[in-house]
């Protein structure tokens, strides 16, 4: 089994207008956590990726964690794959097989509508997340290797991490609100963290007694 690193993919043509006013911060869900605002826009199905067919001579099983904006309109976009896993190596050019995932992924997303709960008078932009699972047996196990229990922590932790800092210091995800709470619990995790992986000092020898008379 192999995890990928955790990595942000620009997605090119895909990627479009926020729908938020420059300033204005975004809300972050949890998967799951915008039914307390939006629901499926009627008609709509949420429609799942195909295998990607250039990757289909080596099939492994694959999962992905895509980041997406829901607008005010109830369209999705801003897609960005934040998370990845595969039963297998990728052969190849890596850059080449993932966004190949990433792309079928986020296709699949942008034919989500959502529309706002009747009480919402004023919907708000927020930004959540979609896993997918690429598999002829599909299951929960599988689903669990590209699971993000806490988007806004694993936001956290993409953003101070030297290879990703740069792009999550912009666009989408420099209007992205994050709970001062959840940013404390990061920080004291990971201090607990260096500490307890911190080398330890070495005690200084004993002196030598002096010899007896």
């Known amino acids: 089994m192999r995890r990928t690193g955790m990595w942000v993919v620009g997605l090119g043509c895909l990627l479009v207008a926020t729908q938020a006013p420059a300033g204005e911060r975004i809300k972050v869900k949890d998967e799951g956590g915008i039914r307390?605002?939006?629901?499926?826009?009627?008609?709509?199905?949420?429609?799942?990726?195909?295998?990607?067919?250039?990757?289909?001579?080596?099939?492994?099983?694959?999962?992905?964690?895509?980041?997406?904006?829901?607008?005010?309109?109830?369209?999705?976009?801003?897609?960005?794959?934040?998370?990845?896993?595969?039963?297998?190596?990728?052969?190849?050019?890596?850059?080449a097989y993932w966004g190949a995932f990433a792309r079928y992924a986020s296709a699949a997303l942008s034919q989500w509508r959502f529309a706002p709960k009747p009480e919402v008078a004023d919907p708000k932009p927020v930004y959540t997340v979609a896993t997918f699972v690429f598999s002829d047996r599909p299951t929960a196990e599988l689903r669990g290797n590209c699971a993000i229990p806490s988007l806004q922590m694993h936001l956290l932790e993409l953003r101070?991490?030297?290879?990703?800092?740069?792009?999550?210091?912009?666009?989408?995800?420099?209007?992205?609100?994050?709970?001062?709470?959840?940013?404390?619990?990061?920080?004291?995790?990971?201090?607990?963290?260096?500490?307890?992986t911190a080398p330890k000092p070495i005690p200084a020898p004993r002196p030598t007694p002096p010899p007896k008379p």
Do not use: H
């Open 36 to 95: 307390d605002a939006w629901n499926l826009a009627p008609g709509t199905q949420l429609v799942v990726p195909p295998y990607p067919p250039e990757q289909a001579a080596n099939k492994a099983d694959v999962c992905v964690a895509v980041g997406y904006l829901i607008g005010r309109d109830g369209t999705t976009s801003e897609f960005s794959m934040l998370k990845s896993w595969a039963s297998t190596k990728p052969a190849g050019d890596g850059d």
């Open 160 to 196: 101070n991490d030297p290879r990703m800092g740069r792009k999550m210091s912009r666009g989408i995800f420099a209007q992205l609100e994050i709970d001062p709470l959840m940013e404390q619990k990061y920080w004291a995790l990971r201090r607990a963290s260096n500490e307890a």
